[in-house]
């Protein structure tokens, strides 16, 4: 597993006034000037550099941030890390960590809150490099999901969800404890499409039964 460390902010450096301070949300994304939005991603790259050049991530990768706040306030993560996941995840292709960050590359990605630090603020990021077992089980998962009706996969899901990131991630658990748990509940969700499969093609048939009647 890699670790990575960034600020949930960046400074862009200002020649004749103070360097601006930018924080990264994507309420903030969305109303930026495109020149800002263009440093705010290139320093956020270059802050990156030290951690990242000349490292090499084998491929399919997870990726889990996890945000520690500056304070008690309720905050929604997502908010701040979409735009880290989006800015981190083109740092590690522009460092040739990875080759694309396309599907084919990254396989899942995980947003985590853990408390507050009022002294260091920030976004704790782990790497999770290729389980060519797991990440076949992960593939024809996601192969079977996409032929589920939306209200299918929202309760498969679901159950993959509530089985899979709570092991995936669980700092108790040795790395090869949680990849046999996580086998397990890939698995169990697995004959859950199977069963879902089955019953869709029971009801198709019954229609198509009626139908013809």
């Not at 960034?6 to 309420?27: A, E, F, G």
């Not at 800002?36 to 790259?45: L, T």
């Not at 735009?83 to 960590?97: L, M, P």
């Not at 993959?160 to 996580?182: E, P």
Request: with cysteine.
């Amino acid at each position: 597993m890699r670790k990575v460390t960034t600020k949930l902010n960046v400074m862009l450096p200002r020649k004749t006034i103070d360097d601006k301070k930018v924080y990264i949300n994507l309420n903030n994304y969305r109303n930026w000037h495109h020149q800002i939005s263009n440093q705010a991603k290139h320093q956020f790259c270059e802050d990156l550099r030290p951690q990242l050049e000349g490292k090499k991530f084998k491929t399919p990768i997870s990726i889990t941030f996890t945000l520690y706040k500056a304070s008690k306030r309720k905050t929604d993560r997502a908010n701040i890390l979409s735009i880290i996941e989006k800015f981190f995840c083109d740092a590690i292709v522009y460092y040739e960590c990875i080759e694309d960050d396309n599907d084919d590359f990254i396989s899942s990605t995980h947003y985590y809150s853990n408390g507050v630090d009022k002294e260091n603020p920030r976004c704790e990021i782990e790497i999770k490099e290729n389980n060519k077992k797991l990440n076949k089980l992960i593939l024809n998962y996601m192969a079977k999901t996409k032929q589920l009706s939306p209200e299918q996969r929202e309760l498969v899901e679901q159950i993959f969800s509530d089985s899979i990131q709570a092991l995936a991630f669980d700092n108790k658990l040795t790395k090869k404890l949680s990849a046999v748990l996580i086998e397990k509940h890939i698995n169990n969700t697995m004959q859950v499409l199977d069963e879902t499969f089955m019953q869709t093609q029971a009801f198709e048939e019954l229609r198509a039964e009626k139908k013809n009647k």
